[in-house]
């Protein structure tokens, strides 16, 4: 054992906290359910120092040689997981805390809070130590300190969070003796000055998931402990198959012990549903709203820490949780969302984040970029807390339906002087985006015209940047996939834009219904549920050298660029493919620079329950290429005069006033005011 890593005996203690010291974040375990969900919560193994993250700490740069580890980390044993938060250890072994909801994410308590030292908690059973580790934000592990314990024991450790500048956690392990020991539990405390103990409004935006809606409030009952700041649940039910009606709400209605509500209101889509929430909130006087998407499952104690990292802020901060992929409930879709403001996207926060990192195979100590701490523009609204305080000052939702509103709030937010923080340990499991394709189809309209009143509203460019030569781009690829639908959704969405922003509440109940009835025009948007339901497969193209379809290279992409548009246009359909799809396509493989190269296929959605058919228009082609140059120019023609607009209307219509009218002409409220 080298000399910093000194052991000290701590003998059995009584349980209890000195005056002052509040719990800001306890260690939990899943429970029976979520067992496969462990990785997240507990794993065995140490990480030790290795040449690696020495030579980071003589500053001879940085690696992407993940941390060596001692004992290498391993799944935890589910069955010494004997309650939320406690485990058994076995002889000889040692479990480890410097996981994704237990570590404690010390650079963001430092950078957005009061809060400058931390106390940790540790409470066993048995003889062993209990081992506290930190890390920077290069993701360098050091060892803190090392206690033994014997017996009934209560171990503390007090901890600076001045190292914390940038990025790095805390964590602790414990290792059992000779025996087996219990760990009976832990937290991290602060007795830093509290901004306010806040009341929260939970808000659920749904539309005909019902199972999801029961699911989450059935989790929210058998944790009262996660609804001690929540004055209300509110479940905004804009659906036909009704939550109220549903299997097992009575159970749930009870259990939440008269804070549940229910709203039914028209689909006014996920920002309509979220305004609702954010009007409620300000109307009964909560100090925060808490947004949740409708598919979602929920860990509950995320609830509980977002509101006490909100109350230590040292102003009003929007907090979020992050997404991990409901059916790979290990896998994390990002750190952090950040708008790239040129091309209006999404950009990473930096070079390092990677997407859908997957916990089971290399956890929180074995991932060295995941300790830089990520500041974002903006939080999903699978789960964000804002507060009321935010609202009354810049107003609730972009009337938009869909899309880019929680984005643009965040951003809108933080030009006010309000900022995001998506705090690690926080988070609900949300349907991937894996299994969904929202840029095309009818979602495509409301990706673009939103993507464009975001810049309107926000581009520090002018003309937006690179918006409107990226859209021409999609454009084009879209076009030559054959995605005419999707084409003609994105230039009825410039026209509604070219329309201003007066109309946006009005076309709220209105313009899925209207985009949706496009579909009936267009072959690839009617789907069956199997290929089987078309012809069959016949094909008259023989593959050149019996190789199939390859994406060109970056030096031949513009002659074949070129050439497929001229074909795309100029060429005739052969007569075989207009009775007889030529190819069949799996989702995965609709590229297209694959799909463009036939006049005709089958091709499956991402979901994988039905397939359509791609037909190859040229006169279509043609004409939707015309239709777009030309509105594409009239919104560059009329861009100072639309940015001055809608940057003028944004008050008025994310205001209170605008949002209660709406409510008022689509209401159908069962307890709703």
């Known amino acids: 054992m080298s ?19 509040q719990t800001v974040q306890r260690v939990i375990l899943p429970g029976e359910r979520g067992l496969e969900t462990l990785p997240l919560y507990m794993d065995s193994g140490v990480v030790s120092s290795s040449s690696d993250v020495s030579s980071e700490l003589s500053g001879l740069g940085r690696t992407k040689t993940p941390i060596k580890v001692l004992n290498a980390p391993r799944a935890a044993h589910p069955d010494d997981v004997t309650s939320r938060t406690s485990a058994s250890v076995r002889a000889g072994e040692r479990i480890s805390f410097g996981t994704y909801f237990n570590a404690f994410a010390a650079s963001y308590w430092r950078r957005w809070t009061t ?62 003796g000779t025996d087996a020991m219990q760990f009976v539990g832990a937290e991290w405390q602060a007795n830093a000055q509290r901004r306010l103990t806040g009341s929260i409004t939970l808000e659920i935006t749904t539309l005909n998931k019902t199972a999801y809606c029961i699911n989450n409030l059935r989790i929210l009952g058998q944790h009262p402990e996660a609804l001690e700041q929540v004055k209300e649940v509110i479940v905004v039910d804009q659906g036909t198959e009704k939550v109220a009606e549903a299997d097992g709400f009575a159970e749930v209605e009870s259990a939440l012990g008269g804070k549940l509500r229910i709203i039914d209101q028209n689909n006014l889509g996920g920002s309509g549903g ?22 979602v499952v929920i860990e509950p104690e995320s609830i509980t820490r977002l509101g006490i990292f909100a109350d230590y802020c040292k102003k009003p901060t929007l907090v979020g949780g992050h997404m991990f992929d409901l059916h790979d409930r290990n ?47 903006y939080n999903g609204w699978w789960m964000c807390m804002i507060p009321t305080e935010v609202i009354r000052e810049i107003g609730l939702s972009l009337p938009v339906f869909i899309k880019w509103d929680d984005t643009e709030y965040g951003v809108r937010a933080k030009a006010a002087g309000f900022n995001t923080v998506s705090l690690p340990g926080s988070a609900v499991w949300h349907v991937s985006w894996i299994d969904k394709d929202d840029l095309v189809g009818w979602q495509s309209y409301f990706h673009t015209r939103n993507r464009f009143i975001y810049a ?29 639908y999707t084409v003609q959704g994105r230039i009825e969405a410039m026209k509604d834009l070219l329309r201003g922003p007066a109309g946006l509440h009005d076309m709220l109940p209105t313009k899925l219904p209207e985009i949706r009835a496009m579909a009936q025009q267009f072959s690839e948007a ?21 190789k199939g379809v390859s994406v060109p290279s970056y030096l031949q ?37 694959r799909v463009s190269q036939f006049d005709s296929a089958l091709v499956s959605n991402a979901e994988g329950t039905a397939a359509s058919w791609y037909k190859r228009d040229p006169s279509r082609v043609r004409k939707l290429m015309a239709e777009g140059l030309k509105v594409y120019g009239e919104v560059l023609r009329r861009w100072p005069a639309l940015k001055q607009e809608y940057r003028g209307a944004l008050a008025e219509i994310t205001s209170m006033d605008a949002w209660k009218k709406t409510f008022d002409a689509n209401s159908g409220d069962r307890d709703g005011r």
């Open 115 to 176: 809060v400058e030292e931390i106390r940790l908690n540790v409470r066993t059973s048995g003889r062993g130590t209990v081992s506290v580790y930190r890390s920077n934000a290069r993701g360098s592990l050091q060892h803190v300190e090392t206690k033994r314990v014997v017996g009934d024991a209560q171990t503390e450790f007090n901890l600076s969070l001045a190292p914390f500048g940038d990025g790095g956690w805390y964590w602790f392990d414990v290792t059992a």
């Open 526 to 546: 009617q789907f069956k549920p199997s290929v089987d339901d078309f012809p069959s497969v016949r094909s008259t193209k023989v593959p050149r050298r019996g």
């Open 3 to 21: 000399g910093d890593q000194q052991v000290k005996e701590t003998v059995p203690a009584a349980a209890g906290n000195d005056a002052g010291w």
């Open 456 to 484: 309107l509203l926000h581009s520090p460019y002018e003309f937006g940047g690179g918006l409107v030569e990226n859209s021409i781009k999609l454009d084009l690829k879209h076009n030559i996939s054959m995605q005419y």
């Open 331 to 377: 896998v994390l879709h990002t750190l952090g969302e950040v708008v790239n403001p040129y091309i209006i996207g999404p950009a990473e926060p930096n070079s390092d984040q990677e997407m859908r990192h997957n916990f089971a195979q290399r956890n929180l100590r074995d991932t060295p970029w995941m300790h830089r701490r990520v500041d974002v523009d």
């Open 557 to 593: 992409l513009l002659p074949w660029v070129a050439k497929t548009v001229v074909r795309q246009v100029g060429f005739p359909v052969s007569e075989s493919s207009k009775s007889h799809p030529e190819t069949l396509v799996a989702h995965q493989d609709n590229k297209w620079w």
């Open 274 to 295: 979220f305004a609702r929430g954010m009007y409620e909130a300000v109307e009964n006087n909560s100090d925060y709203v808490l947004l949740l998407d409708d598919d």
